[in-house]
T-cell receptor
Framework: AQSVTQLGSHVSVSEGALVLLRCNYSSSVPPYLFWYVQYPNQGLQLLLKYTSAATLVKGINGFEAEFKKSETSFHLTKPSAHMSDAAEYFCAVSGRGNNRLAFGKGNQVVVIP | EAGVVQSPRYKIIEKKQPVAFWCNPISGHNTLYWYRQNLGQGPELLIRYENEEAVDDSQLPKDRFSAERLKGVDSTLKIQPAELGDSAVYLC????????????????FGPGTRLTVL
């Protein structure tokens, strides 16, 4: 079974500073990896996904993530935080051959002006 | 293009009462998912449909939960009777599997139904 670990439920970042959200995965098969964002009272929206092409994946809103097999990681970054980035972020994994997404517990990002 | 539609958005019921949630997926999406999201947690899959067939319902508590997807489009998730621990947000998502199996395909989520059981 696949799983992901996100540490630190709440992350505070100053406006203009680097956003870094960590995600480590566990999978017995080559995984597909995803980052989703959830704004208050809204559904989840896909930021980016890794499907075994380039290891550095660029997504929407200036976010990117790098797949590192040796570290079993898929950390999400954005060079400069904006107030609109305040939301909850979820890392998720699925195994090839099944559509079951396993989500992490999420990171609530607070952007400080 | 319309997104995934869910209703109601909010529901408050007393324990032991029945409740139902409705989902209309994105047009053309053959795969439909129901997730439960507890407070402070990520979503957890309850059931997945491929067209009208439930292909993954291993996480659905079948003693009180049921779901259907008639004609492979809309879906209803029911709880009867509801318990205090069922308070959560119930999310519906859909995706198009195509011919590749769909494991890497984006799932599009609705806004969810927030259920409060008193």
């Amino acid at each position: 079974a696949q799983s992901v670990t996100q540490l630190g439920s709440h992350v505070s970042v100053s406006e203009g500073a680097l956003v870094l959200l960590r995600c480590n995965y566990s999978s017995s098969v080559p995984p597909y990896l995803f980052w989703y964002v959830q704004y208050p009272n809204q559904g989840l929206q896909l930021l980016l996904k890794y499907t075994s092409a380039a290891t550095l994946v660029k997504g929407i809103n200036g976010f990117e993530a790098e797949f590192k097999k040796s570290e079993t990681s898929f950390h999400l970054t954005k060079p400069s935080a904006h107030m609109s980035d305040a939301a909850e972020y979820f890392c998720a994994v699925s195994g090839r051959g099944n559509n079951r997404l396993a989500f992490g517990k999420g990171n609530q990002v607070v952007v400080i002006p | 293009e319309a997104g995934v539609v869910q209703s109601p958005r909010y529901k408050i019921i007393e324990k032991k009462q029945p409740v139902a949630f409705w989902c209309n997926p994105i047009s053309g999406h053959n795969t439909l998912y129901w997730y439960r999201q507890n407070l402070g947690q990520g979503p957890e899959l309850l059931i997945r449909y491929e067209n009208e067939e439930a292909v993954d319902d291993s996480q659905l508590p079948k003693d009180r939960f049921s779901a259907e997807r008639l004609k492979g489009v809309d879906s209803t998730l029911k709880i009867q009777p509801a318990e205090l621990g069922d308070s959560a947000v119930y999310l519906c998502a859909s995706s198009y599997a195509g011919t590749s199996g769909g494991a890497s395909n984006e799932q599009f989520f609705g806004p969810g139904t927030r259920l409060t059981v008193l």
